[in-house]
């Protein structure tokens, strides 16, 4: 079993940033394929950005690309995402998630752990 604890959020004015930190327990997650989502309000969830088992291979949605910054310490068991430029149009609650399936990075359905979120903010 992955436990996952997401924290780094709240809120931040338009045009700043905040870093997210995603910390597992339970088993290493170093061979793993991580990643970020997020979830608005009447919206369905979506997948962030992700990142390989060794960091090789990074996805990041079109909406934030430029903007964010997915990273990972295997040593330390932990998954960040640096957001930068942020818009109101990033407010969701962030969740982490671990594929320990395979090493798939951008198929959605192999994300089988999930942290409890995290809220971000944005005010315009």
């Known amino acids: 079993q992955v436990q996952l604890v997401e924290s780094g959020g709240g809120l931040v004015q338009a045009g700043g940033s905040l870093r997210l930190s995603c910390a597992a327990s339970?088993?290493?997650?170093?061979?793993?394929?991580m990643a970020w989502f997020r979830q608005a309000p009447g919206k369905e969830r979506e997948i962030v950005a992700a990142?390989?088992?060794?960091?090789?291979?990074?996805y990041y949605a079109d909406s934030v690309k430029g903007r964010f910054t997915i990273s990972r310490d295997n040593a330390k068991n932990t998954v960040d995402l640096q957001m930068n430029s942020l818009k109101p149009e990033d407010t969701a609650v962030y969740y982490c998630?671990?594929?320990?399936?395979?090493?798939?990075?951008?198929?959605?359905?192999?994300?089988?752990?999930w942290g409890q979120g995290t809220q971000v903010t944005v005010s315009s």
């Open positions: 998630a671990a594929n320990t399936i395979n090493t798939e990075v951008v198929v959605t359905t192999f994300y089988k752990y």
């Open positions: 339970g088993r290493t997650v170093s061979g793993s394929a």
């Open positions: 990142i390989s088992w060794d960091a090789g291979v990074t």
